[in-house]
T-cell receptor, first 111, second 120 residues
Framework: LAKTTQPISMDSYEGQEVNITCSHN???????ITWYQQFPSQGPRFIIQ???TKVTNEVASLFIPADRKSSTLSLPRVSLSDTAVYYC????????????FGPGTRLSVLP | EAQVTQNPRYLITVTGKKLTVTCSQN?????MSWYRQDPGLGLRQIYY???????DKGDVPEGYKVSRKEKRNFPLILESPSPNQTSLYFC???????????????????FGPGTRLTVL
């Protein structure tokens, strides 16, 4: 499975834009990149998914450079309720269904 | 309402006493999976099932069993629980992986509310 690396934690203030970068140097050519959000004591929730360039939805944007060895989740104008753990996932080069979430990035939004 | 349900939500048990955590989804999803979450380790996959009667090991299958007799249900069985299985467990489901235009698109996984298990 392609390995991902993210910062363990980040702090931000309300109203700021937050960018969380994930490294996935061994991503397979055909794989998408997916981000999940998890609040304490809840299951993860899908945020956004992309393959290349930029994807935007009502919650976040995802930036993927041409070499696809990394991706950046961008959260515009965060609020206290965005305090959560964010996970980056890439696929399995064998197209299996064995997912590894890793420790994720713990984002703390301060007032 | 489309959802994944798990029961029980909380369970305290003793070493060696067999237990089952149920998981059910009402979205007609082919894929279901079990994860455990421990502090500092993120979510680790225990078992997954790509369809009825098809199951496979994830990263940490030791000490667990699963079955997939029906599409909607995917119970997790601990035949002889031990204290190192104290954890927060999540069940998830999703439509089957999409293969389109040569690209692999892993569909969104929907997670249950979690089951907090303590083994004394």
């Amino acid at each position: 499975l392609a390995k991902t690396t993210q910062p363990i934690s980040m702090d931000s203030y309300e109203g700021q834009e937050v960018n969380i970068t994930c490294s996935h140097n061994n991503i397979a050519t055909n794989d998408y990149i997916t981000w999940y959000q998890q609040f304490p004591s809840q299951g993860p929730r899908f945020i956004i998914q992309g393959y290349k360039t930029k994807v935007t939805n009502e919650v976040a944007s995802l930036f993927i450079p041409a070499d696809r060895k990394s991706s950046t989740l961008s959260l515009p104008r965060v609020s206290l309720s965005d305090t959560a753990v964010y996970y980056c996932l890439v696929g399995d080069e064998n197209y299996g269904q064995n997912f590894v979430f890793g420790p994720g990035t713990r984002l703390s939004v301060l007032p | 309402e489309a959802q994944v349900t798990q029961n029980p939500r909380y369970l305290i048990t003793v070493t060696g006493k067999k237990l089952t955590v149920t998981c059910s989804q009402n979205m007609n999803h082919e894929y279901m999976s079990w994860y455990r979450q421990d502090p500092g380790l993120g979510l680790r996959q225990i078992y997954y099932s790509m369809n009825v009667e098809v199951t496979d090991k994830g990263d940490v299958p030791e000490g667990y069993k699963v079955s997939r007799k029906e599409k909607r249900n995917f119970p997790l069985i601990l035949e002889s629980p031990s204290p190192n299985q104290t954890s927060l467990y999540f069940c998830a489901s999703s439509p089957q992986t999409g293969l389109a235009g040569g690209l692999v698109r892993y569909n969104e996984q929907f997670f249950g509310p979690g089951t907090r298990l303590t083994v004394l």
